[in-house]
């Protein structure tokens, strides 16, 4: 019975790290999901030519002038009716278990327009223990369609 109890600690201590390794993963992976549902956010602000939502979607963007000249400029040139289909997007990271800044490149299009390619500088906040949030940081014009973003 003596040499039962040390294989028994050791498959719960085993239990408890995949735990832990499981919950870790999940938040991460919801990060990539959160980025995903900002970006869309944005870009259906900028869609309905909506340039105050979009400036306050943009952390910080109220404070930059050239933050807030590029999303009027943006949500007038970009207008389009339909509904926004994100048709591909490169996230900023693809793996991360603490903050991170990086640039996302987001392809979108609606029933009216042709594809449009953007970058979105992303800054990921947090760790995987007290949990990760997404700032959206900038949107940039659109680029041509083979660009990548820098």
């Known amino acids: 019975m003596i040499g039962c109890l040390p294989r028994l600690v050791v498959l719960a201590l085993a239990a408890l790290a995949f735990l832990a ?10 990060a990539n999901t959160a980025e995903r549902e900002a970006i869309e956010r944005l870009l259906r602000a900028q869609v309905r030519g909506d340039a105050a939502a979009m400036i306050a979607r943009l952390d910080g963007c109220a404070e930059r002038a ?3 000249a590029s999303a009027r400029e943006n949500a007038a040139r970009l207008r389009t009716p339909g509904r926004l289909q994100v048709v591909r997007l490169d996230p900023s990271t693809s ?14 299009r609606t029933s009216r327009r042709t594809t449009v390619v953007q970058c979105v500088r992303v800054r990921r906040a947090g760790d995987v223990l007290r949990g990760l949030r997404v700032e959206l940081r900038a949107l940039s014009r659109p680029i041509p369609r083979t660009t990548s973003c820098p």
């Open 66 to 68: 050239g933050c807030r």
């Open 21 to 30: 390794v499981s919950l870790g993963l999940a938040r991460v992976l919801s």
């Open 95 to 108: 793996f991360s278990l603490g903050g991170t800044s990086g640039t996302a490149r987001v392809v979108w």
